[in-house]
């Protein structure tokens, strides 16, 4: 019998690439973690903290992100926030998992680098064990300099065996991909996978820098790119994965409503996007509801939402063999849903 769309969708197989560990932060979390660590926030309860969650660009979000963020303190912390993704993660079936983190968010309030390696290890770890895998992707804080970012590389050097790629988030307009070419040229020679936000926000211009100049393995968001047929091409030709993110686009207002999302223009143009969550918590949903959100307002075909988690597995860093694993299940899975 044919499943209907929200549970097609939501047994599909897939990977999650687009993900800010510390925008998964639910407001239950935080308010157990803030009486825990006896840190003080702004909020009275937990729907004060709901009702505060309308941003009118990513600025807005990021100031009340960076705001939830302090009541992480202890490895235990960034375990419980981990493990707390991985299991809201793996009811959507999420296979496997390259998760962003913020180191300077947290060194920059005395938390040493390695409570929050060995916390969010820990969450990892336990995932693993019932049968999601993972990865983890270093960000740079692209509003401070890039000084500040080498300090952090340098930090990461003991624990570049469990690290496999940089990326660079935050504040877009104004902090141009180019901004941070040394710290990404080190992190390419010490062996990691390079990524990086851009055209969330900013000019198709950060697109082609963060090609460019940064080398990157794949793009995070990368909406604007749609404005420039010279860019949509290189990326096409390239083959170059798109993590993107319809929840968030529609919360940050990078698109007024998901009737207009491009998600569909671009497989059309031959990109090879995907779907995430980005910061779930604050965004209203984990990667399935983006998927069916955006499949709804789109009236995406399931040739549409099986190509964009083949894409998810193939985009990721997973090795060939596991790649192809992966998608040889999500085959399977797509012919027996009919
Ligand atoms: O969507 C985002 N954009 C930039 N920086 C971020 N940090 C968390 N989420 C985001
Ligand atoms: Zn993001």
């Known amino acids: 019998?044919?499943?209907?769309?929200?549970?097609?969708?939501?047994?599909?197989?897939?990977?999650?690439?687009?993900?800010?560990?510390?925008?998964?932060?639910?407001?239950?979390?935080?308010?157990?973690?803030?009486?825990?660590?006896?840190?003080?926030?702004?909020?009275?309860?937990?729907?004060?903290?709901?009702?505060?969650?309308?941003?009118?660009?990513?600025?807005?979000?990021?100031?009340?992100?960076?705001?939830?963020?302090?009541?992480?303190?202890?490895?235990?912390?960034?375990?419980?926030?981990?493990?707390?993704?991985?299991?809201?993660?793996?009811?959507?079936?999420?296979?496997?998992?390259?998760?962003?983190?913020?180191?300077?968010?947290?060194?920059?309030?005395?938390?040493?680098?390695?409570?929050?390696?060995?916390?969010?290890?820990?969450?990892?770890?336990?995932?693993?064990?019932?049968?999601?895998t993972s990865k983890l992707i270093l960000c740079f804080l692209r509003h401070l300099d890039e000084e500040a970012a080498l300090a952090t590389f340098k930090q990461a050097e003991k624990w570049l065996d469990r690290i496999a790629g940089v990326g660079l988030d935050s504040s877009e307009m104004g902090h141009p991909p180019a901004k941070f070419a040394r710290v990404f040229a080190a992190a390419g020679e010490a062996g990691l996978k390079r990524v990086a936000h851009a055209g969330e926000e900013g000019p198709p211009a950060y697109v082609w820098e963060a090609l460019d100049l940064l080398k990157v393995d794949r793009l995070d968001h990368g909406n604007r790119a749609m404005e420039d047929a010279a860019l949509v091409q290189r990326l096409a030709e390239e083959q170059m994965t798109l993590t993107v993110c319809p929840l968030s686009n529609l919360k940050l207002c990078v698109v007024k409503d998901l009737a207009q999302h491009p998600i569909d223009a671009m497989?059309?143009?031959?990109?090879?996007?995907?779907?995430?969550?980005?910061?779930?918590?604050?965004?209203?949903?984990?990667?399935?509801?983006?998927?069916?959100?955006?499949?709804?307002?789109?009236?995406?075909?399931?040739?549409?939402?099986?190509?964009?988690?083949?894409?998810?597995?193939?985009?990721?860093?997973?090795?060939?063999?596991?790649?192809?694993?992966?998608?040889?299940?999500l085959d399977s899975y797509v012919k027996a849903a009919g």
Do not use: C, W
């Open 1 to 132: 019998m044919s499943k209907d769309l929200d549970s097609f969708i939501t047994g599909l197989p897939k990977a999650e690439l687009h993900l800010h560990i510390e925008g998964s932060l639910e407001p239950e979390l935080m308010f157990a973690l803030a009486r825990r660590n006896k840190v003080d926030i702004p909020f009275a309860s937990v729907e004060d903290v709901r009702a505060a969650y309308q941003f009118s660009n990513l600025q807005d979000f990021l100031d009340i992100y960076y705001a939830g963020a302090q009541v992480l303190r202890e490895a235990e912390d960034f375990r419980d926030l981990a493990s707390a993704y991985f299991a809201r993660a793996a009811a959507d079936n999420v296979r496997h998992a390259e998760i962003f983190f913020d180191p300077q968010t947290h060194t920059d309030r005395g938390i040493p680098f390695d409570v929050v390696m060995e916390g969010l290890l820990s969450g990892m770890a336990e995932a693993e064990q019932a049968g999601v």
């Open 267 to 329: 497989l059309e143009a031959g990109l090879a996007a995907t779907i995430n969550s980005d910061d779930p918590a604050y965004f209203g949903g984990y990667v399935a509801e983006n998927y069916r959100a955006v499949a709804k307002a789109r009236g995406l075909s399931r040739g549409q939402i099986a190509q964009l988690a083949r894409n998810s597995f193939t985009g990721s860093f997973l090795s060939e063999a596991e790649k192809a694993a992966h998608i040889s299940a």
